[in-house]
Nanobody, 123 residues
């Protein structure tokens, strides 16, 4: 069993930045591929970014060049640095872990989920 807790969400103006964190516990954090998904009201949950245990990263086209995913295995923590935020980025952001990272990365492939943290971008 793996427990995931997100933090760092909040209200930010368009063009601003936020850094999300996901603290993992219960199992070997370094053995999992880690992911960020997001879901806006009335929308389907969508993939945002992922990082393999070896460090390889993947991004949705909508966030490439603006978001950066990273992990600190010593602290069992996953991060998502979000820059140049747009109103379209408004959503609840979820941290997720999976044992095998396959492409394309889909929500149904995840083994563990956090409860989410809300990001609201205003203009």
């Amino acid at each position: 069993q793996v427990q995931l807790v997100e933090s760092g969400g909040g209200l930010v103006q368009a063009g601003g930045s936020l850094r999300l964190s996901c603290l993992a516990s219960g199992r070997s954090f370094s053995a999992y591929a880690m992911n960020w998904f997001r879901q806006a009201p009335g929308k389907e949950r969508e993939f945002v970014a992922a990082i393999h245990w070896r460090g390889t990263t993947y991004y949705a086209d909508s966030v490439k060049g603006r978001f950066t995913i990273s992990r600190d295995n010593a602290k069992n923590t996953l991060y998502l640095q979000m820059n140049s935020l747009q109103r379209e980025d408004t959503a609840t952001y979820y941290c997720a872990a999976d044992r095998i990272l396959s492409v394309p990365i889909r929500s149904n492939d995840m083994d563990y989920w956090g409860k989410g943290t809300l990001v609201t971008v205003s203009s």
